[in-house]
């Protein structure tokens, strides 16, 4: 079946750092790669995706770039702010999927980033 | 207008109760998933329902029975709760004729607590 492993948390960073959040995934096919985003106390936002391979998805800062190769889909961003502070999911769904396919998600990594 | 709705989003019981959990969806998407986060964080799908038809049911205790009225409401009803059914339910929605790498849109969650 499918699965994805993240890096465990939490990751602990000064602001202004660079962030490697990594992810790798077990699929058959070609999956859609996704990042969410929970911020406390919140429900999850997707952050970026990616649908083939060497696709880049970006958004607020956030990279994260398919690789096929190496089943990954590391999250980065250049210089993290306080406001970043949040857990992060990385998740996919098959390929071979029909629609009412559900999200396989990473167990999360918490992300505390400090002043 | 909140696009997943979930109700309540707070609740605590005691161990041997019955509950029910609502969602509601005003995005007209045709699917609907229940979603449990354990304390660790972790998210694993519970059900997926497709136009009022069940289409995933994972490994979850028969307690638990999801009703889907129409395909913009899908309730989740839990029979005689116990501790380890604390956690976060979290529902989300999706349209199954776009391709997979559409985001799902999730409500912001209830968090249940059994004391």
């Known amino acids: 079946g499918n699965s994805v492993t993240q890096m465990e948390g939490p990751v602990t960073l000064s602001e202004e750092a660079f962030l490697t959040i990594n992810c790798t995934y077990t699929a058959t096919g070609y999956p859609s790669l996704f990042w969410y985003v929970q911020y406390p106390g919140e429900g999850l936002q997707l952050l970026l995706k990616a649908t083939k391979a060497d696709d880049k998805g970006s958004n607020k800062g956030f990279e994260a770039t398919y690789r096929k190769e190496t089943t990954s889909f590391h999250l980065e961003k250049g210089s993290v702010q306080v406001s970043d502070s949040a857990v992060y999911f990385c998740?996919?769904?098959?390929?071979?999927?029909?629609?009412?396919?559900?999200?396989?998600f990473g167990k999360g990594t918490h992300l505390i980033i400090q002043p | 207008d909140t696009a997943v709705s979930q109700t309540p989003k707070y609740l605590v019981t005691q161990m041997g109760n019955d509950k029910s959990i609502k969602c509601e969806q005003n995005?007209?998407?045709?699917?609907m998933y229940w979603y449990k986060q354990d304390s660790k964080k972790f998210l694993k799908i519970m059900f997926s329902?497709?136009?009022?038809?069940?289409?995933i049911n994972e490994t979850v205790p028969n307690r638990f029975s999801p009703k889907s009225p129409d395909k913009a409401h899908l309730n989740l009803h839990i029979n005689s709760l116990e501790l380890g059914d604390s956690a976060v339910y979290f529902c989300a929605s999706r349209n199954s004729g776009q391709a997979t790498n559409y985001g799902y849109t999730f409500g912001s969650g209830t968090r249940l607590t059994v004391v």
């Open positions: 995005l007209g998407h045709d699917t």
């Open positions: 998740a996919l769904i098959g390929s071979s999927g029909g629609g009412a396919d559900g999200l396989t």
């Open positions: 329902y497709n136009n009022k038809e069940l289409i």
